[in-house]
T-cell receptor, first 114, second 112 residues
Framework: DTAVSQTPKYLVTQMGNDKSIKCEQNLGHDTMYWYKQDSKKFLKIMFSYNNKELIINETVPNRFSPKSPDKAHLNLHINSLELGDSAVYFC?????????????FGEGSRLTVL | GENVEQHPSTLSVQEGDSAVIKCTYSDSASNYFPWYKQELGKRPQLIIDIRSNVGEKKDQRIAVTLNKTAKHFSLHITETQPEDSAVYFCAARTDSWGKLQFGAGTQVVVTP
């Protein structure tokens, strides 16, 4: 029973297109995140939501728009895709935002922009 | 904001030897330091963590030490095995908003 699941796992698309990645967690956690892992393996936080509310919004182009319909889901929509958006995007969740540290990551969604 | 530096970027060890990865952080208010392991093509997974009120923590073959004065923490893997081959990330958390700042990662290769 997958704890944090995201779809699709692979996404190949052309520059200028719009695409979405979906994430769901069944752990009952309050907090969810999107991380970007580039080709050098660097993990960088993009957004975090706590109980559907945006908490962290790093310096991310506004072509990236997260949406949390409820605390178990956090989706990522990307407009006007660029070559530099190619990366693996990881969704993650944690029990709450204050004290519990462990992040549970999804399997990742590898986005390739041609 | 918090800045975490991690060294070395790659580490090759013989099976059975020890591996040590070191991280430094910039914000003295950081209070939580986890280590994640990411196998090739897989998700990062927590392997051990330490909080600022503890100097050392051990779990079987892995241990983490924290020096708050010097603002550095280290991961020690003893009796390395081929399945220890992976990228290891250190991280530090300062604020109460759950934001983890990751190091750049260390590629560990254990050769038989």
């Amino acid at each position: 029973d997958t704890a944090v699941s995201q779809t699709p796992k692979y996404l190949v698309t052309q520059m200028g297109n719009d695409k979405s990645i979906k994430c769901e967690q069944n752990l009952g956690h309050d907090t969810m995140y999107w991380y970007k892992q580039d080709s050098k393996k660097f993990l960088k936080i993009m957004f975090s939501y706590n109980n559907k509310e945006l908490i962290i919004n790093e310096t991310v182009p506004n072509r990236f728009s997260p949406k949390s319909p409820d605390k178990a889901h956090l989706n990522l929509h990307i407009n006007s895709l660029e070559l530099g958006d190619s990366a693996v995007y990881f969704c993650a969740s944690s029990q709450d935002i204050a004290n519990t540290g462990e992040l549970f990551f999804g399997e990742g969604s590898r986005l390739t922009v041609l | 904001g918090e800045n975490v530096e991690q060294h070395p970027s790659t580490l090759s060890v013989q099976e059975g030897d020890s591996a040590v990865i070191k991280c430094t952080y910039s914000d003295s208010a950081s209070n939580y330091f986890p280590w994640y392991k990411q196998e090739l093509g897989k998700r990062p997974q927590l392997i051990i963590d330490i909080r600022s009120n503890v100097g050392e923590k051990k779990d079987q073959r892995i241990a983490v030490t924290l020096n708050k004065t010097a603002k550095h923490f280290s991961l020690h893997i003893t009796e390395t095995q081929p399945e220890d081959s992976a990228v290891y990330f250190c991280a530090a958390r300062t604020d109460s908003w759950g934001k983890l700042q990751f190091g750049a990662g260390t590629q560990v290769v254990v050769t038989p």
